[in-house]
């Protein structure tokens, strides 16, 4: 198999056509068909011990579809339980639900925090804990990352004892934090350097789901990465997207959290409205249910929102967050948006209200607190 190194900002389609005479591109067709064949009888064995395997979808972008844009790293081996060391880096709500389904999944797992507290659970489990995210990315073979912003991101990856001083020929590294698209790329840059692969993995789901190991990945970077971490990225979620190179991942998550993030202040206006004409807010939430708005975060989160309790599934500062990266998205690709911009405005409030820890549905006592406000300055008057 032809083996090829793909240039800073050059596309894999163009980087085929220019190292592959059009006389070699049949054999290498058939290579990777065979390669993709030899991947897919290896993970066959371990997918009947993985739970809901079944389930798990996996898509990928159009334009990556062919083999001729595959560019294959010739030391990725592909990720087995009971053959394979993973790393986390990012022991949260999040990173702590995810480890938990590798290890019950059969993987050896090494394990990092800022806070080595929050390792001690997984470390009775059966977890390695590391020193630092550098011993980790050397004691393993594929190092994922849960990190809650960019500026975190970074730090662990590029700092002096980080991840990418672990890296070698071989490793790869998944990055599942919810970053902006530059920052994605830094980090791949630097990864590359090292000789490992690089993969952004942002996802779509919660606590919930993330303890149920039904997360949606968002994938993008090296495909062959991608295809080498398949088994645990089922271990941990229900579906997995291949989009692109990296930035595409970050960006599909910003705008699925902005619109979740806009949704829920709508949802949380609607409630206040109710309660203000006399509504019960419960019937709201199950004429909602049953109609063409239905969702699932409305009948998860309404029942809390009505009793105004909040414990945090995904913090409300993280959702403001990905707020502010998805409104400078917008600003830096001239798109405008408003609506964004104002649910935006809402969780900033509820973050001034010292709300930031709490679920991000604790937006409502932002809602709350406008009430309140107008009924103050009309008595004012």
């Given at each position: ?268 206006e609607g409630l206040a409205l109710a309660d203000k004409v006399g509504l019960r807010q419960q019937d709201v939430i199950e004429v909602v249910g049953l109609g063409a708005i239905a969702a699932p975060m409305f009948a998860l989160k309404g029942p809390t929102m009505a009793a105004r309790t909040y414990n945090p599934a995904f913090p409300l500062k993280h959702q403001q ?42 937006v409502m006592e932002a809602v709350a607190a406008q009430q309140q406000a107008a009924v103050d300055g009309k008595g004012q008057q």
């Open positions: 198999m032809m083996l090829a190194v793909r240039p800073q900002g050059v596309a894999p389609a163009a980087l085929a056509s220019r190292t592959t005479p059009s006389s070699i591109l049949p054999r290498l067709q058939s290579s990777c068909d065979k390669l993709r064949s030899l991947r897919n009888s290896v993970l066959t064995p371990f997918s009947s011990a993985i739970p809901h395997a079944p389930l798990r979808r996996t898509f990928i972008a159009p334009e990556f579809r062919s083999c001729r844009h595959l560019i294959c790293h010739a030391a990725l081996t592909d990720a087995a339980p009971g053959n394979t060391v993973i790393g986390f880096v990012g022991i949260g709500i999040m990173g702590l639900a995810m480890t938990r389904n590798l290890l019950k999944a059969g993987f050896e797992v090494v394990v990092w925090n800022r806070n080595p507290e929050k390792c001690k659970p997984l470390e009775q489990e059966g977890a390695k804990v590391a020193a630092s995210p550098r011993e980790v990315a050397s004691l393993a073979t594929y190092t994922f990352a849960m990190l809650s912003d960019p500026e975190a991101a970074l730090d662990v990856a590029l700092r002096v004892d980080g991840v990418v001083a672990g890296l070698t020929q071989g490793k790869g590294y998944i990055d599942v934090s919810t970053v902006d698209a530059d920052t994605s790329r830094n980090i791949a840059a630097a990864v590359r350097a090292a000789g490992a692969a690089f993969l952004e993995a942002p996802v779509s789901g919660s606590k919930g789901p993330a303890e149920q190991g039904k997360l949606i990945f968002l994938t993008a970077g090296d495909q062959e990465l991608f295809t080498a971490v398949a088994a645990p990225l089922d271990v941990m979620g229900k579906a997995k997207f291949f989009l692109g190179r990296e930035g595409a991942g970050a960006n599909m998550k910003l705008v699925v959290n902005m619109v979740m993030g806009a949704m829920m202040t709508s949802f949380a967050k990905d707020m502010r990266l998805a409104l400078a998205l917008g600003d830096e690709v001239e798109q405008p948006l408003p609506m964004a911009a104002a649910a935006n405005a809402l969780y900033i409030a509820a973050r001034r209200h010292g709300l930031g820890d709490m679920d991000f549905s604790a």
